[in-house]
């Protein structure tokens, strides 16, 4: 399962409704990339599976 180890964000489900009306079970992965040392906010380096929103979170706060 793709979860996110920095934020903790795993998958959510939900359901496709075509237009005439029939729903059919879908789910939204999360975007997670394999990364060697990524370094947080708080100046912990992580690595493993993390979702994008927290890689470019985490590239902002290098690049100040
Ligand atoms: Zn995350």
Do not use: D, F
Not at 24 to 52: D, F, H, M
Not at 53 to 62: F, G, L
């Amino acid at each position: 399962m793709r979860i996110c180890t920095v934020c903790g964000k795993r998958e959510m489900h939900g359901k496709k409704v075509s237009h005439s009306n029939i729903k059919t079970p879908r789910r939204w992965r999360v975007n997670v990339q394999k990364v060697n040392a990524l370094q947080l906010q708080n100046g912990e380096v992580v690595s493993g599976y993390v979702c994008s929103r927290c890689i470019r979170t985490a590239h902002k706060v290098a690049s100040k």
